[in-house]
């Protein structure tokens, strides 16, 4: 597939990620969910927190860190954000019960802030507070660039608040370099992605553009000249190769992390943790996994064949 193609391929996927009546149909069709599952099964952890703590063992036993997240985003109701937070909640009990010091990750509006944002910070305290005795890190994830505002203010907050709140930044977006000015100024980690999300050219750099790589690696060095708390959280190989070029003798630095998502960059990730590097494996688990599974495919659209070859057999 040529670059114009997987281009078109992988805006055509982020754009089924948005529709929520495709959605709807795909799921609703007993022979079109089946399949769908299967695929996601190929880049989740699974259904329950029990699957999530099981991924979470695996990865600690290949010598990995760990973050687990309960997928869901867009919540527009208060009662359904405190059940969803009840979920996180029951998550980091079970963590702290099998002593297994994950990160946990979440999107913002998962937890209400499209209802309030006075509700998703109270339910990100009451996260804050639980995970607190196992010394890591809430990590808020990256939504689209609309919401971007929204969330580094409620970031803002959460710091201020003394909880230790992670928070992660789109290399991808225009605004990214000025915003990381404001994040430096916060103790708390910063994860450095792409960006999967679909955005308009005059807000982003384009997927697989010189200049998306460029200012991945102009980021890169500010966070590390920085001596922030800082994860590195891509697939492209040469792209970590670079950073590790650019700036040796990172296994002795264990505030800088690699970071992969489950079932995507294995190799590089086991790789790396040989070459005694910190790394994590990042899962996410429970039903609502459209989205984030369409936004994995959508970063190398060549990866639906894969997948639909695995959920075939």
């Given at each position: 597939?040529?670059?114009?193609?997987?281009?078109?391929?992988?805006?055509?996927?982020?754009?089924?990620?948005?529709?929520?009546?495709?959605?709807?149909?795909?799921?609703?069709?007993?022979?079109?969910?089946?399949?769908?599952?299967?695929?996601?099964?190929?880049?989740?952890?699974?259904?329950?927190?029990?699957?999530?703590?099981?991924?979470?063992?695996?990865?600690?036993?290949?010598?990995?860190?760990?973050?687990?997240?309960?997928?869901?985003?867009?919540?527009?109701?208060?009662?359904?954000?405190?059940?969803?937070?009840?979920?996180?909640?029951?998550?980091?009990?079970?963590?702290?019960?099998?002593?297994?010091?994950?990160?946990?990750?979440?999107?913002?509006?998962?937890?209400?802030?499209?209802?309030?944002?006075?509700?998703?910070?109270?339910?990100?305290?009451?996260?804050?507070?639980?995970?607190?005795?196992?010394?890591?890190?809430?990590?808020?994830?990256?939504?689209?660039?609309?919401?971007?505002?929204?969330?580094?203010?409620?970031?803002?907050?959460?710091?201020?608040?003394?909880?230790?709140?992670?928070?992660?930044?789109?290399?991808?977006?225009?605004?990214?370099?000025?915003?990381?000015?404001?994040?430096?100024?916060?103790?708390?980690?910063?994860?450095?992605?792409?960006?999967?999300?679909?955005?308009?050219?005059?807000?982003?750099?384009?997927?697989?553009?010189?200049?998306?790589?460029?200012?991945?690696?102009?980021?890169?060095?500010?966070?590390?000249?920085?001596?922030?708390?800082?994860?590195?959280?891509?697939?492209?190989?040469?792209?970590?190769?670079?950073?590790?070029?650019?700036?040796?003798?990172?296994?002795?630095?264990?505030?800088?992390?690699?970071?992969?998502?489950?079932?995507?960059?294995?190799?590089?990730?086991?790789?790396?943790?040989?070459?005694?590097?910190?790394?994590?494996?990042?899962?996410?688990?429970?039903?609502?996994?459209?989205?984030?599974?369409?936004?994995?495919?959508?970063?190398?659209p060549e990866r639906v064949f894969d997948a639909i070859v695995a959920a075939g057999n």
């Amino acid at each position: 597939m040529g670059h114009s193609g997987r281009d078109a391929a992988a805006d055509v996927l982020r754009g089924w990620a948005l529709d929520e009546d495709l959605k709807a149909r795909v799921m609703a069709s007993p022979a079109l969910a089946a399949v769908a599952t299967r695929i996601a099964e190929r880049y989740t952890a699974g259904e329950t927190v029990h699957d999530a703590i099981a991924a979470a063992k695996r990865s600690v036993a290949r010598g990995h860190l760990v973050s687990l997240e309960y997928a869901g985003e867009s919540v527009r109701d208060a009662e359904l954000a405190k059940a969803e937070t009840a979920v996180f909640l029951d998550l980091i009990d079970q963590l702290r019960q099998a002593g297994i010091r994950s990160t946990v990750s979440f999107d913002l509006s998962h937890i209400g802030s499209i209802v309030s944002p006075s509700l998703a910070l109270e339910n990100a305290l009451l996260m804050a507070d639980a995970l607190a005795p196992l010394g890591t890190a809430l990590m808020i994830s990256a939504e689209g660039s609309e919401r971007t505002d929204l969330v580094l203010d409620l970031y803002d907050t959460l710091s201020a608040s003394g909880a230790s709140i992670g928070i992660t930044l789109q290399a991808r977006l225009h605004r990214s370099e000025k915003d990381l000015e404001r994040l430096l100024e916060k103790p708390g980690p910063i994860r450095l992605v792409k960006g999967a999300f679909l955005e308009a050219a005059e807000v982003a750099y384009p997927r697989g553009s010189s200049e998306l790589h460029q200012n991945y690696l102009r980021l890169a060095d500010q966070l590390l000249d920085a001596g922030h708390p800082v994860s590195f959280a891509t697939h492209d190989a040469g792209l970590i190769d670079e950073i590790l070029r650019r700036h040796p003798g990172l296994g002795d630095v264990p505030q800088v992390e690699f970071e992969m998502l489950l079932g995507l960059g294995t190799s590089t990730l086991d790789r790396l943790r040989a070459d005694n590097l910190t790394t994590r494996e990042y899962s996410i688990f429970g039903g609502e996994w459209w989205l984030y599974v369409l936004n994995r495919i959508a970063e190398d659209p060549e990866r639906v064949f894969d997948a639909i070859v695995a959920a075939g057999n």
